[in-house]
């Protein structure tokens, strides 16, 4: 099981400031993930990586961005901080496996409140 | 994408009562499907996982998880559920991507 770390856990932030929320796994998995999550909903795909210099937007629209400079860190940044983006933003990774057999694992999360 | 529909939001049992959560996905072809938990507080963990072969699956903790093909379901269960089994648990199908679940809340009472 992949050792995925999500800084901070916890974020409360004024509108318009610039966040980054850090992601980073140890296993060397090539694809990560960034998920955002509200309470009672479904995951929502909202970046994806299949590694380095690698980044695709997801299902979701989001106004983040992602960088993938090294595999083992994947951080997405919020250049102006809204209400709107208020939610939980989890991170995951998966191991190398065939096409749709790739199990993801997961980071404990960053809870977002923008004020 | 796939749709994935959870049956209960929120089912809350006794200990010893057994426990089986519905999922469905909305259309056949290859898929690969998984169980997720998350505990209180706790990030999200990998319970089991189905990609091909016998169709029930075990996993952790005590869990199992059947895949009926033509129901396009893939239904989770304990026969006997612990206070510690109090989370919530997240149904997930893979074709080209993962699509998530609205999950289930598992309350379990001592």
């Known amino acids: 099981e992949a050792d995925i770390y999500q800084t901070p856990r916890y974020l409360v932030i004024g509108t318009g400031k610039k966040i980054t929320l850090e992601c980073s796994q140890t296993?060397?998995?090539?694809?990560m993930y960034w998920y955002q999550q509200d309470p009672g909903m479904e995951l929502h795909l909202i970046h994806y990586?299949?590694?380095?210099?690698?980044?695709e937007k997801g299902d979701l629209s989001s106004e983040s961005t992602v960088s993938r400079i090294r595999t083992e860190h994947f951080p997405l940044t919020l250049e102006s901080a809204r209400p709107s983006h208020t939610s939980q933003y989890l991170c995951?990774?998966?191991?190398?496996?065939?096409?749709?057999?790739?199990?993801?694992?997961f980071g404990p999360g960053t809870r977002l409140l923008v004020l | 994408a796939q749709s994935v529909s959870q049956h209960n939001h929120h089912v809350i049992l006794s200990e010893a009562a057994s426990l089986e959560l519905g999922c469905n996905y909305s259309?056949?072809?290859?898929?690969?499907l998984f169980w997720y938990v998350q505990y209180p507080g706790q990030h999200l963990q990998l319970l089991l996982k189905?990609?091909?072969?016998?169709?029930l699956v075990k996993g952790i903790k005590g869990f199992e998880a059947e895949f009926i093909k033509s129901k396009f379901s893939f239904n989770l269960r304990k026969p006997s559920v612990q206070w510690s089994d109090t989370a919530e648990y997240f149904c997930?199908?893979?074709?080209?991507?993962?699509?998530f679940g609205a999950g289930t809340t598992v309350t379990v009472r001592a």
């Open positions: 995951a990774s998966s191991e190398p496996g065939t096409s749709g057999r790739e199990t993801q694992y």
């Open positions: 296993m060397g998995h090539d694809k």
């Open positions: 990586s299949y590694g380095v210099n690698s980044t």
């Open positions: 259309y056949g072809g290859t898929v690969n």
């Open positions: 189905y990609f091909s072969g016998d169709p």
């Open positions: 997930a199908v893979m074709d080209y991507k993962l699509s």
